[in-house]
């Protein structure tokens, strides 16, 4: 791979130290990085040294015993260092006007990839990437080349995917609002598309006719099991705006039979449940409901076509690093492994933050220190119209200095929008911080860039994919020029 050297700057070379995972113990000269959740203290001395009564601390994550992101870790100068390249470079390198900027690692990716491959092992299986997560064209191609189909949901997806070298056949169309050209390019494109709803099934139908082909549906059921997570990221009950009723399964039956098998095909059936699950025992739940189903639409003989089981994504993060104990693919397949051999299908999951959710980060630059009242702010160039997630869902994210820092003390970390909800992160533990200097948002790499706006009339970040110990930028951000382009040939 090429690597991207702007004018005057060198790419840095393999800087990981001998166990970079792991933080020395007194006399470090890493920079303290200790998470401390509002109202509580801070974990390390201000030396950056463990505090005596504390457990052993880490690098990146504290104070748990392993870095979940080794890739991501610091040199013996105190560093952040991506693989093989400083963060500190790429901002040099970069320059003010690309800040801040999103940094993906590639070598992370392609763990987090493996990982889900060697737990299917020996399973018939689909690791379907799901595009919302991330829609870099670097990352879709790379995650193609590894042997992933995707999981879309709309139409620019499909293009983005087809673009990546995808194959459509094994592709699943989501959403509960495809429109119908959409659906006519899923069509064409082979895709498994899920049928969502009454009118989404007519629509699917209309679109098989137009274009001469049959449409390949999966049903996506509701299981009514609670996945345990925010209201905004749970899809599978009762009451969700997606997929339909488990007690309405056999009208769709019967209307996917009466369409005939030139326009419908009932392939598989579907249920997500939401995301950040942080149980494996809700997709076990999950999947003794969904093959229930299969068996009922088998024993009416009403599925010759029947093969996929879609137990869709969802699998959390370890976004707080405290060390907590989350699930891995492994124990997630291993838990329903059983019952996958035993119905003889073809297994789709739709990973998306548990792929690139850890391999990348939102890198700013530090624009001043105030103090108001018995708050302490740093305010950086980073905000929520970058990174919203916080704003959004109150949502927890791991704030890391860049580099060295002074005396530690506890911070919010806010931004520049004229927002009160404009925060990254509150009651943070860090080095102080020079003007200029970086923090990292960790763990951005899924439903970040993806969801940033223009709001303030900010623009979209830059983002730049590391490998090994080369670096280049894999989409541009945009310029005051790119927010106008809509006025062009306009009286205005």
């Not at 927890?396 to 929008?417: C, H, K, Q, R, S």
Request: hydrophobic share 40%; with cysteine.
């Amino acid at each position: 791979m090429a690597a991207f050297v702007p004018p005057g700057a060198a790419l840095a070379s393999s800087l990981a130290a001998p166990d970079a995972r792991r933080l020395r113990a007194a006399g470090s000269r890493r920079p303290a990085v200790a998470a401390a959740r509002p109202g509580g203290g801070a974990r390390l001395s201000p030396t950056g040294a463990p505090s005596p009564s504390a457990p052993p601390t880490m690098v990146v994550a504290v104070p748990t015993a392993v870095n979940p992101t080794p890739t991501f870790h610091y040199d013996d100068a105190g560093y952040m260092v991506v693989e093989g390249v400083r963060v500190r470079d790429m901002q040099d390198a970069l320059g003010e006007e690309a800040s801040p900027f999103y940094v993906y690692s590639k070598a992370q990716i392609s763990a987090n990839y493996e990982a889900y491959r060697a737990a299917l092992d020996g399973v018939d299986a689909i690791i379907g990437y799901a595009i919302k997560a991330n829609n870099n064209k670097a990352v879709v191609k790379h995650l193609a080349g590894l042997g992933a189909g995707a999981v879309l949901v709309s139409g620019a997806e499909l293009r983005l995917a087809m673009e990546a070298g995808m194959d459509t056949s094994r592709t699943v169309f989501n959403g509960n609002g495809k429109t119908p050209a959409e659906l006519r390019a899923a069509v064409r494109s082979r895709c498994l598309i899920n049928v969502d709803s009454e009118f989404d099934a007519a629509h699917i139908a209309d679109a098989a006719r137009a274009e001469g082909l049959p449409a390949n549906v999966l049903i996506r059921i509701n299981p009514d099991v609670d996945p345990e997570v925010h209201a905004y990221v749970s899809t599978g009950l009762a009451n969700s705006k997606f997929g339909i009723r488990n007690s309405h399964l056999q009208w769709f039956l019967d209307y996917i039979r009466d369409a005939g098998d030139d326009v419908l095909r009932l392939a598989g059936v579907h249920s997500h449940l939401g995301s950040t699950i942080k149980k494996v025992s809700i997709f076990k739940d999950a999947a003794d409901i969904m093959l229930g189903f299969v068996n009922t639409i088998r024993e009416g003989g009403a599925a010759p076509h029947l093969r996929y089981l879609n137990i869709g994504g969802g699998l959390g993060i370890d976004y707080e690093r405290v060390g907590e104990e989350l699930p891995s693919p492994a124990d997630l397949i291993n838990t329903i492994r059983p019952q996958l051999l035993a119905g003889g299908l073809t297994v789709i999951m739709e990973p998306g933050r548990s792929l690139v959710g850890n391999a990348g980060a939102l890198v700013s630059r530090v624009i001043g220190v105030k103090t108001n009242g018995s708050t302490r702010f740093i305010v950086t160039d980073g905000s929520m119209s970058e990174l919203i997630r916080p704003a959004l869902y109150d949502a927890y994210m791991y704030i890391a200095a860049t580099e060295p820092g002074g005396e530690t003390g506890v911070f919010d970390v806010v931004g520049p929008v004229c927002e009160s909800s404009d925060f990254l992160g509150k009651g943070r533990s860090l080095p102080l911080p020079a003007e200029g200097s970086g923090l990292a948002v960790m763990d951005a790499g899924a439903y970040c860039h993806v969801m940033a706006s223009n709001y303030n009339m900010k623009r979209l970040p830059t983002e730049v994919l590391v490998d090994g110990d080369e670096w280049r930028i894999v989409r541009k951000g945009q310029t005051y020029e790119d927010l106008m382009l809509g006025y062009e040939g306009l009286d205005i």
